[in-house]
Every structure is written in C-alpha cells, then in structure tokens.
C-alpha cells in the first residue's frame, strides 16, 4: 500500500474555454469541481491504475463532506484530518489548445495541531504501507520540519519515501536519506542554492548534487527536455520524441504515482541503468497520459500502453 500526503489541498476548479484573451469576458465550456491537491491526485491516479493507496490531507470543515463525497466516487480510500481553516481553491482555464493557466491560492496555515493529527494518521497506517510520497506546497507558516518527521517515521517502518516538495521542505530533509526527490529545475537550483552549493550548471549536475547532500536518488523534471535520474553511478534523461498537446496539470502527480508504485513491495531501490530504464519508461508514459486528460488526477490505462513504447531512454555521460 501506498500513503500519500497532502499538506496543501486544494479544491480543484477547471474551467474549459475556447481561448483565453486578456481583459476579456468569457464563456465557461464546461466547469468541473474536485477534491485536490497533489498527494490526492497522486491517490487517484494510483487507485485509477489498480495500485492500492490511502491519501492522507488536512481539509477544511465545511469542505469535508465534498471532499470524502468526490473521492469516494473515484474510490479513492483517505484519511481526512479536519481543520478549522478554510480549503484554499486552485483555478485551472484550460484553452481548447491544451494550454491552461492557473491560479492558485496560498492556503491559510493550520496550527501545530493539525499536523500533529496528520503525522498520527501516517503512523497509524505505517505498519501496512510500503511507500510514502509526500507532494505539493505548504501553507504559509507551516511546520519546516514536518516532512523531516514524516521521513524520519516512515523510515523507522520500513517504508521507501518519495517527496514532490521544494525549498525548506526539501533541503531540511535531504540529510535524512529520502529514497527518491524529484523537484523540477527551477526548484533543484533554489534548493542548492538554500544550501549554499552555488550556481549548478546543468539538470544532471542539480541531481547529482541533490544526491550528493543525502538524497539517495534525484529525478529532476526539465519540461520538453523530460526527465534526468541519478542515483549512485547511473544518469539518465527520459523523454518523448515530441510533446503531448493536452492539459500538464496533473502530468508531475501522475509520475510520482509511477515512481511510488515501482517502489510499492521492493525491499530496495532498483539498481543499474536498465532497472531505473524502466522505472523511468512507465514514469514518463503515466506522466504523458495524465496530459491527454482534461483533469489532474486522472489517467487511462489504454493511453498508458500506447506511450509506453514510444518513451526514449538516453545515458547521460560524466
């Protein structure tokens, strides 16, 4: 099983219209409303794919029953911690192109009592979990520490951690080991940059530094250019010949879906160049398929197939 965390839910809007122009008014296509968030569409995205997972997020009060109504309609097993501070909304306008725009709120931060529910509620569902993922941003004012204690838990259990989070969240964090962070470019080098380690000169040369301050592997997302892995000896980019017209929003949670349900059941981390070849492979296909979806958090497993042989693998030299 695999628990996903979501410190910063969001419901999810998305608006479809024919095409966004600036300072104009506009007639909504279709609207559609969801529970979301980037560890709850990482959920849904596994339950989609048939992989077992419990999304674990703090939600506001008078969200609650939209939230537990919507993901059980996409039987999607959670664990909501009640908080008295609203959900924040995140608004998605998606052009018939493909291309969407977004517009996110900060959130309102939770007190110490919150999140101390929702450590409990990963440490209740450690005993029968192989795999955490924790994703997304935070609210303001939010614990610095709260996914070194996630990590330092879900360790001490046996679990293998996969973290989709940036700046403090992600450089506190790396000295404890996480098996695998995937920040994105700008991201990494904001990290790095935290740390102290300077001016990074490439993608592959961000990954290796990340896992030179204790991550055992890095996978930085780099747009059109794809995916670069390392992990101890080996480095590779990942990607398609050409990219996919459609809606991203929801293509970085549907990739850490992959990665967490590649781990989900392994003793290790796989090792060499053609196991991570393979990882990566299925990453980029469920990643390239949630893009073909007019929503986050979703995939279809037809479309996955057909990806699949499509993705290129390249090693990447020293």
Same mark, same amino acid.
């Given at each position: 099983?695999?628990?996903?965390?979501?410190?910063?839910?969001?419901?999810?809007i998305t608006?479809?219209v024919?095409?966004?122009a600036?300072?104009e008014?506009h007639r909504?296509?279709?609207?559609?409303?969801?529970?979301g968030?980037?560890?709850?569409? &990482?959920? $849904?995205?596994?339950? @989609?794919?048939?992989?077992? !997972? %419990?999304?674990? +997020?703090?939600?506001?009060?008078t969200?609650?029953?939209?939230?537990?109504?919507?993901?059980?309609?996409?039987?999607?097993?959670?664990?909501l &911690?009640? $908080?008295?501070?609203? @959900?924040?909304?995140?608004? !998605? %306008?998606?052009? +018939?192109?493909g291309?969407a725009?977004?517009?996110?709120?900060?959130?309102i931060?939770q007190?110490?009592?919150?999140?101390d529910?929702v450590v409990?509620e990963v440490a209740?569902?450690?005993p029968?979990?192989?795999?955490?993922?924790?994703?997304?941003?935070?609210?303001?004012?939010?614990?610095?520490?709260?996914?070194?204690?996630?990590t330092?838990?879900?360790h001490?259990a046996?679990l293998?951690?996969?973290?989709?989070?940036?700046?403090?969240?992600?450089?506190r964090v790396l000295?404890?080991?996480?098996?695998?962070v995937k920040p994105?470019?700008?991201?990494a080098?904001?990290?790095?940059?935290g740390?102290?380690?300077?001016?990074?000169?490439?993608?592959?040369?961000?990954?290796?530094?990340?896992v030179?301050?204790?991550a055992?592997?890095?996978l930085?997302?780099?747009?059109?250019?794809?995916?670069?892995l390392?992990h101890?000896d080996?480095?590779?980019?990942a990607?398609?010949?050409?990219?996919?017209?459609?809606?991203?929003?929801?293509?970085?949670d549907?990739?850490?879906?992959?990665?967490?349900a590649d781990?989900?059941?392994?003793?290790?981390l796989?090792?060499?160049?053609?196991?991570?070849?393979?990882?990566?492979r299925?990453g980029?296909a469920?990643?390239?398929?949630?893009?073909?979806?007019?929503?986050?958090g979703?995939?279809?497993?037809a479309?996955?197939?057909r990806?699949?042989p499509?993705?290129?693998?390249?090693?990447?030299?020293?």
């Amino acid at each position: 099983m695999i628990v996903t965390v979501t410190p910063n839910p969001a419901l999810d809007i998305t608006y479809a219209v024919p095409v966004v122009a600036l300072g104009e008014s506009h007639r909504v296509a279709s609207v559609s409303e969801r529970a979301g968030g980037k560890g709850l569409n &990482v959920a $849904s995205v596994l339950a @989609t794919m048939g992989h077992g !997972a %419990v999304a674990v +997020a703090p939600v506001g009060e008078t969200d609650i029953d939209l939230f537990r109504s919507d993901l059980g309609a996409r039987r999607v097993l959670h664990r909501l &911690v009640p $908080s008295p501070c609203p @959900t924040r909304r995140s608004v !998605a %306008v998606v052009e +018939a192109n493909g291309r969407a725009t977004l517009f996110n709120e900060p959130g309102i931060g939770q007190s110490q009592r919150v999140w101390d529910r929702v450590v409990d509620e990963v440490a209740t569902l450690a005993p029968t979990a192989a795999v955490l993922t924790v994703s997304g941003s935070f609210p303001p004012g939010a614990d610095a520490d709260l996914v070194r204690t996630l990590t330092r838990l879900a360790h001490e259990a046996g679990l293998r951690v996969v973290l989709d989070v940036s700046g403090v969240h992600l450089s506190r964090v790396l000295a404890l080991g996480p098996d695998l962070v995937k920040p994105n470019r700008v991201e990494a080098a904001q990290t790095l940059t935290g740390l102290g380690r300077g001016e990074v000169p490439s993608v592959p040369g961000a990954a290796r530094a990340l896992v030179a301050a204790g991550a055992r592997s890095a996978l930085i997302s780099d747009g059109t250019n794809g995916l670069v892995l390392v992990h101890d000896d080996v480095a590779l980019r990942a990607h398609l010949p050409r990219p996919l017209s459609g809606n991203p929003t929801g293509a970085g949670d549907a990739l850490t879906a992959a990665l967490a349900a590649d781990l989900d059941g392994i003793a290790d981390l796989p090792h060499g160049a053609e196991a991570w070849a393979a990882v990566l492979r299925r990453g980029v296909a469920w990643a390239a398929a949630a893009v073909l979806q007019p929503v986050a958090g979703t995939v279809d497993e037809a479309d996955v197939e057909r990806l699949l042989p499509a993705v290129e693998i390249e090693e990447l030299r020293s």
